[in-house]
RNA sequence: GGGUAGUUAGCUCAGUGGGAGAGCGUCCGGUUUACACCCGGAAGGUCGUAGGUUCAAAUCCUGCACUACCCACCA
């Protein structure tokens, strides 16, 4: 794959295609049971069949994929399992508009076609998604794939619910739920979003029974659900309403008669302090409801319309709502009527406002449950990236409820419960005819009856999920099976915080109930991916970046390396269009910068190189010129770095070091320094050859997160390595540092000659220097090895800054007096090397009242800093309070700062 | 109503006790042959606000304002 191409622009889809094909032949994803090797684990938080690829899931997987590929460059066995999730009731609504633009509807079809219909749909377009992944690069091992409703995967669905079952954890009861009127469904209490709307605050007058032309006034903002009422409640406490408790109102309308009780939740500050209570249909009435013994009276049905309700029978519930009030009003019922802004429950599907209903449904008990996962996840069994989502598991933990796990859909685990419609023994009986069974039954058990039912309902999607980590490995098969033994618990889960709760809670809950053992020991939070605004993406907003648009445009490596820059700690990234043109053109930097150095790789150099690089480990540093033993420092302190922050998974981090180090540090500085020392023959190998070992060092740092483009790279010069061996980038160890002890002196001396050119450049800018005017300079410093040190690298100066020549002062030993057409510099080092003076000599060019302003500047920054100084050492507290190490660092500024600053006012005077 | 996070350059964000940083944008200058998807330079900030702790505060604490998200049964 040698094939850097003379191409100055690097054009990621030719490499990103043929480097795909390149992985495809070789399985490098795939992993076995290796009882020698640590497994390090990682389960996808599986994607939804229906979902195209966004912005979200690019995030997701690109992050986890960064995770496996360090962890596997690190030597670990990794495993990254792939699959989908069914997706409950998303899922069935995309099907079912499809099949409404084919003119049917699902009850059209029936149950058992439309199923049929929906695993067909499945089948062509379900693991579209997959695909997307592979091409992002995820290092999936794709042999593995599963998808919570197949055989595997269902097995442990039914097991759990069986066991959970038996266990006493599941029962079925009466309960207000959150109906979804369009969907047809209930939905957890987690699956309801809050959306804040204007409405009206109702007040309506209830005649007494005793007396009608007296009232008992509620308030209300939902008047339709008068037709249910059952009672009227006020607080105990409540004088106003004393004497009504205990007596009966006449329900307007439908002149039923109701009871008016008392009860704590009434808040006597609200409204007209007596609440009307309809139990079917409210949550707190409901349990006013069952206090008092009230009757439950439904009047809403699934779908939204009034029922039992005599002529409103049949009318939506909106509408029925303008109807009760105007009759109300007719009947000069409504007393008063004020705008109300209040929090309404809508479908976080569909955003269709909930209504609360009484139903029958299957439930989880999450106590006892809930309480496992608390302990664990506070005894530090589970660690949190970033930590603060500890606490906040914790906090839902602590304040569960109870699972609602039955949704009224199609699409999903059945409900393994059949009910025994004649119960013929007393064995049945004593069961209330429900047999629970994972098995197709066509007869009771119990009693050997044929008239039997399987319940209608199928479960929460979140259900399955919530068994994932451990049904994807055959638990519902075998749950003594070797590869989950080896594999379980995972590492870590890499997912967005919006379902913490939804799932990821739930997953540790189930993990520990049935296995014994969380599921990962770490969850890594990341943030939502929003616009630049920090708006979310929607269609409706036109705001989405699609990321396959991205890649087309700019490059999987760029999009990923956009994504993980972007990700700090647990916080929303917003992106822009822009960001990818950033990291398209981070690629192409690195891709000029490799054809630099391979195009000044001769045939005849290239064996030189290899063995200069086979003896680079047993170098020492003083073979260095100091402009290579910098970058290597530098390099050093890099690895140290990045090391450290995988550690704490600060991934953005790792992006913006390696984005500096590579562009600000290699190619601006030492590649820079690199051309100079490749124009003498005597260097070149030895510049060429470091250039190709960091070069390499820094494809391993990135390949992680940008790994077609670096794998590319690393084909085109790992023949330089002693690494034939390795067929792919990813079997090699990630970077190391060089083990070489550093000469500080070396370090300090480049970064002096850095300041120094830098300093020339800013004083040519400032006069305006055209570049074929190449002043002489003149350097005076303290001490003498420094400018020794310069002198000998003052070839470095001489072609960065573009400067004729340099002439170099001993302060205490030359004869020296400051040139007068002179633009001048005063750098402070160190305390043992002083200060060091610069003069570039302008002649006529000069403008010195320029000259004057800009030393003017100069002075008063750095006076400012200086006084600071002085201020500190003049405050005794400071001296007697302030760390040691602390006083002493002062201290040596103070002098150094007090040396630079009568200097420079000195020149400033004689100008 | 409760909780959490955020408020730093025009924009997007780093920085968690010792001289305010990056990228983009802006302005100035560049065919320095790896790269114009580039190079060099510059301007731009009383670090939301009011207090407090400390020798020292963008950084720690408290109040307030605004923003975002999560949670909650207030009709």
Redesign the pocket.
Known sequence: MKDIELQ????PKIVEEKIYNFWQTKKLEHSEIDLNKQPFVIVIPPPNITGALHMGHALNNTLQDVIIRYARMNGYNTLWVAGTDHGGIATQNVVERLLLKEGKTRNHLGREKFLEYMWHWREQTGDTILMQLKKLGCLCDWSRTRFTMDDVCSKAVYKAFIRLYNEGYIYRGDRIVNWCPRCNTALA??E???RQQKGK?WYIKYPLKEDNSRFIV?????PE?MLGDTAV?V?PTDARYKNFVGKTAILPLMNREIKIVSDD????????????VTPAH???DFEIAQRHNLEIFKVIDEDGRMINVGKYTGMERFKCREQVVEDLTSLGLIEKVED?T??VGVCYRCSTVIEPLVSQQWFVKMQDIARKAYNAIKEGKVSYYPE?WK??TL??LE?I?DWCISRQIWWGHRIPVYYCKEMKTQECETKNGIIVSEENLQSCPYCGSENIVQDEDVLDTWFSSALWPFSVFGWGVNENNAELKYYYPTQILVTG??IL??WVARMIMMGLHFLNEVPFKEVFVHG?V?D???K?MSKSLGNVIDPLDVVEKYGTDALRFTLVS?T???????L?E??F??S???????Y?????IL?NISQQDVQLIKDWIKNFSSLKTSSLNIAEEWIVYELNLLITKIKQYYKKY?L??IA?EL??FV??KF???Y??TA?IDLQKDERKVTTLGLLLVILNKILKLLHPIIPFFTEYIYQNIKSFFDEEEKESILNTKFAEEFELEFDNFKVLSYNVIKNI??EI??I???F?L??NIKPNIIIVAENQKILDTIKNYSHYIIRLS?INDICFVNKYTDEFKKPLHSATAVF?ITKEFGTLELYVLLEEIIDLEKEKQRLK?EIE??E???I?LEQ?LN?F??L????QN?VE??KE?YLL?KEKIEKIRRYYQQL
């Open positions: 100055k622009t690097y054009n209490d987690i309801v979003e809050y605050l509620v308030a209300t903002v939902r659900t409640a607080n939740v009434v808040d006597p500050e609200f409204g007209s302090g007596a609440v009307k409210d949550t707190t109300y209040h929090n603060n606490e906040h906090n839902w304040n409820k915080y919006e709760y939804l939502i929003r630049l605004h920090g979310k972007s700090t700690a647990g916080r929303d990234i917003h822009s822009e960001s043109v950033l398209r053109n981070f690629m192409n930097k690195i000029n910068m490799t054809r630099f195009m600060l953005g981090t913006h984005y500096e562009w600000f190619c601006d500085w590649l820079e051309k050119i830098s450049r800013s040519r800018n400032e305006k055209p570049l573009l402070e500047k920054e750095t400012k800093f200086f600071s500190k405050n507290e400071f007697t309070k302030a760390p602390e660092k002062v500024k700062t």
